[in-house]
């Protein structure tokens, strides 16, 4: 495929994946001249209009099932040393919130700032992420606004963005998190990467 290409990355901070998939794709698409666009949206939502659960709930049951994906999750740290990684003991968070927030970092032009802190204090620093006085310091650390950033989670127009969004990677066939798109083709999960790159 020739031209650039924009890969839709349907995102939600929550996500340990979506940590692992963010730090290891932009290493990744470098050769294939594409870009990636970032679409806030949450997953709980995803869940909930699909029927879908999360891995460790839907597979809670089956011997062997999360021994092995939590193997694969190391494989995938080593392969693209992402070693900062730490698995949240707060896991799993209530993300709405956070997800609001960066539709509120996107309008304020911060968008990859606050997305950068929000994961690390999520996914490195294993922090209460869902704590608005967590994030809030979290946010002041960065460097950001973080009471014109909360504050704006409240604008009605910033929570209908997060919900049209949910709707429109639901109706796209979105189950889960991470999920990629390059035009109308779809990937789910970090471990797709490399179908998406014979793709592209």
Known sequence: ???????????????????????????VLAPYNASIQIVPCLLGGIFKATG??????????????LEYQALETRRFIARHDLHSFRMNPHFPMNTLHLMRGMIAAEDAGVKTDYTQAVLAG????????????VLADVLTDTGLDAQALMEATQDPGVKQRLIDN????????????????????????????DALTDYL
């Not at 879908?52 to 099932?65: H, I, L, Q, T, Y």
């Open 52 to 65: 879908n659960e999360s891995p460790m709930d839907a597979f809670a049951g089956v011997k062997g099932k």
């Open 1 to 27: 495929m020739s031209g650039e290409k924009t890969v839709e990355f349907i995102f939600d901070v929550g996500s340990p994946n979506a940590y692992l998939a963010y730090h290891a794709l932009p290493g």
């Open 166 to 193: 949910t709707q429109a990677a639901v109706d796209r066939g979105v189950f889960g998190v991470p999920t990629f798109f390059v035009g109308k083709e779809m990937f789910f999960g970090k471990d797709r990467i």
């Open 122 to 133: 999520m996914w490195e620093r294993e922090l209460k992420m869902d704590d608005p006085t």
